[in-house]
């Protein structure tokens, strides 16, 4: 099973005490003095780990867990072989969640590659850059000319801040992650190797003097509580800002165009690509590998399956999904429709129907 041996070892705990710490409630209180020493996955877990249980697709596992407790729901809760201790909860996953938050807070937040505390010898750091208390940076990182970055920020080891970029507080900029011509609030989580602030892709086509590359005098501005994915690239503007709003969550290797917009708290999976001058809404949640075309606007509350082509408008609170993308229940029954008639057609006798 996994070991957690680039993090701090969580404490021990009884089960008594993981309830009140989770808000569970243990079934049986006389096992309220077992210790737990660790989390484990169901088919990890041993009889000194917690794990939860909230879905029938692993209820093969549930049977076989060698766990010393397990979270799971009221509507699951006989399941649960009797050599296990139950902690009831309403919503498992959570409970989980929230006490490996506090178990593991070390691996909420990247700290520098180094354990560093303060500024490498070998960083570069121009003269007129400032920098409050408590920046980290790294080693071989260069910070710009008028650079201004916020106390209890990370700069990783070979990042390039560039000229009059603004980083706010504890902020991490990952390795090998180059940004300019970029405004980024607090408590952004940059992973390594983005690079943010590049030209957009903007050009005059196929004219006499060929492809005309167009001026990208925009800026990306980056609101607070964002993480942004490894790999993950942020054109600049060219007339407007690229904007991404505050605690959107960002996978790796996105692709957002210039002049894009996207709003607070959305979802964006990996290998995503934005075209430009697209506007997204608030809370909308974009899967793995979809495409979006330019200058079409997602409404608050949009869902986008992954694997879309997205050419058209979507309202808010719509689920869209396909090629190209429609409505889900509209793309579920073409795609039933089709199946039907490509085995009706299989099943068809050669030469009948034929004049």
Same mark, same amino acid.
């Given at each position: 099973?996994?070991?957690?041996?680039?993090?701090?070892?969580?404490?021990?705990?009884?089960?008594?005490?993981?309830?009140?710490?989770?808000?569970?409630?243990?079934?049986?209180?006389?096992?309220?003095?077992?210790?737990?020493?660790?989390?484990?996955?169901?088919?990890?877990?041993?009889?000194?780990?917690?794990?939860?249980?909230?879905?029938?697709?692993?209820?093969?596992?549930?049977?076989?867990?060698?766990?010393?407790?397990?979270?799971?729901?009221?509507?699951?809760?006989?399941? &649960?072989?009797?050599?296990?201790?139950?902690?009831?909860?309403?919503?498992?996953?959570?409970?989980?969640?929230?006490?490996?938050?506090?178990?593991?807070?070390?691996?909420?937040?990247?700290?520098?590659?180094?354990?560093?505390?303060?500024?490498?010898?070998?960083?570069?750091?121009?003269?007129?850059?400032?920098?409050?208390?408590?920046?980290? &940076?790294?080693?071989?990182?260069?910070?710009?000319?008028?650079?201004?970055?916020?106390?209890?920020?990370?700069?990783?080891?070979?990042?390039?801040?560039?000229?009059?970029? !603004?980083?706010?507080?504890?902020?991490?900029?990952?390795?090998?992650?180059?940004i300019q011509f970029a405004l980024i609030g607090?408590?952004?989580?940059?992973?390594?190797?983005?690079?943010?602030?590049?030209?957009?892709?903007?050009?005059?086509?196929?004219?006499?003097?060929?492809?005309?590359?167009?001026?990208?005098?925009?800026r990306v501005l980056i609101q607070n509580d964002?993480?942004?994915?490894?790999?993950?690239?942020?054109?600049?503007?060219?007339?407007?800002?690229?904007?991404?709003?505050?605690?959107?969550?960002?996978?790796?290797?996105?692709?957002?165009?210039?002049?894009?917009?996207?709003?607070?708290?959305?979802?964006?999976?990996?290998?995503?690509?934005?075209?430009?001058?697209?506007?997204?809404?608030?809370?909308?949640?974009?899967?793995?590998?979809?495409?979006?075309?330019?200058?079409?606007?997602?409404?608050?509350?949009?869902?986008?399956?992954?694997?879309?082509?997205?050419?058209?408008?979507?309202?808010?609170?719509?689920?869209?999904?396909?090629?190209?993308?429609?409505?889900?229940?509209?793309?579920?029954?073409?795609?039933?429709?089709?199946?039907?008639?490509?085995?009706?057609?299989?099943?068809?006798?050669?030469?009948?129907? !034929?004049?």
């Amino acid at each position: 099973m996994a070991q957690p041996i680039f993090f701090k070892q969580p404490p021990s705990a009884t089960l008594a005490e993981l309830a009140a710490l989770t808000g569970g409630v243990l079934v049986d209180p006389a096992r309220g003095g077992h210790v737990i020493r660790g989390l484990a996955s169901l088919d990890e877990a041993g009889p000194m780990h917690l794990t939860f249980f909230d879905n029938l697709k692993y209820a093969d596992q549930l049977k076989a867990t060698k766990a010393g407790a397990c979270l799971v729901s009221p509507r699951f809760e006989s399941q &649960v072989p009797a050599h296990v201790a139950v902690l009831r909860a309403t919503q498992p996953f959570r409970a989980f969640v929230k006490l490996a938050r506090e178990w593991h807070a070390d691996a909420l937040r990247p700290q520098s590659w180094f354990d560093a505390d303060g500024i490498a010898p070998s960083a570069i750091i121009d003269p007129s850059a400032h920098l409050e208390d408590g920046v980290v &940076v790294d080693p071989l990182a260069v910070i710009g000319p008028r650079v201004e970055i916020g106390g209890g920020t990370v700069i990783g080891a070979g990042a390039v801040v560039g000229a009059d970029v !603004k980083i706010g507080r504890d902020c991490n900029v990952g390795a090998r992650t180059a940004i300019q011509f970029a405004l980024i609030g607090n408590n952004v989580l940059i992973h390594p190797g983005c690079s943010i602030g590049q030209d957009g892709y903007g050009f005059l086509f196929f004219g006499p003097e060929g492809h005309l590359k167009v001026p990208q005098t925009g800026r990306v501005l980056i609101q607070n509580d964002v993480e942004i994915g490894a790999g993950t690239t942020i054109d600049r503007g060219s007339l407007r800002d690229t904007v991404i709003g505050e605690g959107t969550k960002i996978d790796n290797q996105v692709q957002i165009g210039h002049n894009v917009t996207i709003g607070r708290h959305c979802l964006l999976a990996a290998q995503i690509g934005l075209a430009g001058s697209l506007t997204i809404g608030d809370n909308v949640a974009i899967g793995a590998k979809a495409g979006l075309n330019n200058h079409i606007r997602i409404g608050d509350g949009a869902q986008i399956a992954a694997m879309s082509a997205v050419k058209d408008d979507i309202p808010a609170n719509e689920r869209w999904g396909g090629h190209l993308a429609r409505p889900t229940r509209q793309w579920f029954r073409e795609t039933l429709a089709l199946e039907r008639l490509a085995r009706d057609g299989a099943a068809q006798p050669k030469g009948e129907g !034929k004049e």
